[in-house]
């Protein structure tokens, strides 16, 4: 019912930046929250940023202050601005969404993923 698309992935350099971006298509009515999470290789899925209603945002610890999230309510898109970048960092990084469709069913979503590597 929803699908998402990440972008923007790929490898840089440590104290680099990088910016993901999420795009959600499908008949949706309504976005309640969107979000990223990341799985480096041997670890748990983590969600790592989020936001709800267009307003409201959390972090986890680990990326504070150094990524931030922001979306477009318009046009059903999700970025994630990430500074700082560390070797810690490198995982494959997924999109989701928790929709409301046309039928007013909820779903949550998840994108395929976009790898980011962080190395010198």
């Known amino acids: 019912q929803v699908q998402l698309v990440e972008s923007g992935g790929g490898l840089v350099q440590p104290g680099g930046s990088l910016r993901l971006s999420c795009a959600a298509s499908?008949?949706?009515?309504?976005?309640?929250?969107m979000g990223w999470a990341r799985q480096a290789p041997g670890k748990q899925r983590e969600l790592i940023a989020s936001i709800t209603s267009g307003v409201s945002t959390i972090y986890a610890d680990s990326v504070k202050g150094r990524f931030t999230v922001s979306g477009d309510d318009a046009k059903n898109t999700l970025s994630l601005q990430m500074n700082s970048l560390k070797p810690e960092d490198t995982a494959v990084y997924y999109c989701?969404?928790?929709?409301?469709?046309?039928?007013?069913?909820?779903?949550?979503?998840w994108g395929q993923g976009t790898q980011v590597t962080v190395s010198s």
């Open positions: 499908g008949s949706i009515l309504r976005i309640n929250a």
């Open positions: 989701y969404a928790d929709a409301t469709v046309t039928s007013r069913a909820r779903y949550d979503s």
